[in-house]
């Protein structure tokens, strides 16, 4: 059973457009949120994280909007580019589950040029 | 540069053969390593904790009689598939990290895909 519902499966946006991928948990222990990238064939890679007690972070074209209330968090991509074809992977961590990630299912994103 | 490394990339082998996976932390030593493995167009599901010096913990429903994990030192965890089935061929990968906290990121390797054949 995924502790993380993440979605869509999977969606396609013009190159310049905005990608949205939303996720949402109901373990209240969860206190930090990341989020990967992965490519085909390689292991995911670390793109941004967020605490619960910040509502937004951003770090260039990619903001983790996060509400603690709802329990849900999702990423912006903005700007999208072909390079950004990937698949994305929300997470939750939680010190007393020994700091397990707890992945989302994962959606693909693919960028039109 | 990669900071996790895994080796190898790719493995075919026989049904019935058994198949040894390395994850080496390259720049930090790993108290702790995660092993996952993720079948194709689907999340990464957790095996097993290794931790260093001690047994690994497994999840509920991973056979720790197959998949056997070794970690001999902080800085290698080994996973060896042991009388490997074609149900077994999937996408193996490691990750660690400095500290477990909050504030150190897991590092992921780069995966080793097995196909069991």
């Known amino acids: 059973q995924q502790q993380v519902k993440q979605s869509p499966q999977s969606l396609i946006v013009q190159k310049g457009g905005i990608s949205i991928i939303n996720c949402a948990y109901e373990?209240?222990?969860?206190?930090?949120f990341p989020w990967y990238q992965q490519f085909p064939g390689k292991g995911p890679a670390l793109l941004i994280a967020?605490?619960?007690?910040?509502s937004e972070k951003k770090e260039g074209r990619f903001t983790i909007s996060f509400n603690k209330s709802a329990k849900q968090f999702s990423l912006h991509i903005m700007d999208s580019q072909p390079g950004d074809s990937a698949t994305y992977f929300c997470?939750?961590?939680?010190?007393?589950?020994?700091?397990?990630?707890?992945f989302g299912a994962g959606t693909t994103v693919t960028v039109r040029a | 540069g990669a900071v996790v490394s895994q080796h190898p990339s790719r493995v075919i082998c026989k049904s019935g053969t058994s198949v040894k996976i390395e994850c080496r932390s390259l720049?930090?030593?790993?108290?702790?390593m995660f092993w996952y493995r993720q079948f194709p167009k689907q999340s990464l599901m957790l095996m097993a904790t290794?931790?260093?010096?001690?047994?690994?913990?497994?999840e509920q429903g991973v056979e720790k009689d197959k998949f056997l994990i070794n970690h001999a030192s902080l800085t290698l965890s080994t996973l060896t598939v042991t009388s490997a089935h074609p149900e077994d061929s999937s996408f193996y990968i490691c990750?660690?990290?400095?500290?477990?906290?909050?504030?150190?990121?897991?590092?992921f390797g780069n995966g080793t895909r097995l196909t069991v054949t």
């Open positions: 990750s660690a990290s400095r500290h477990q906290s909050y504030n150190s990121p897991l590092h």
């Open positions: 290794s931790n260093e010096g001690s047994k690994a913990t497994y």
């Open positions: 997470a939750a961590i939680t010190a007393k589950d020994d700091y397990k990630l707890s």
């Open positions: 373990n209240t222990a969860f206190d930090y």
């Open positions: 720049d930090f030593q790993a108290t702790t």
């Open positions: 967020i605490r619960p007690d910040v």
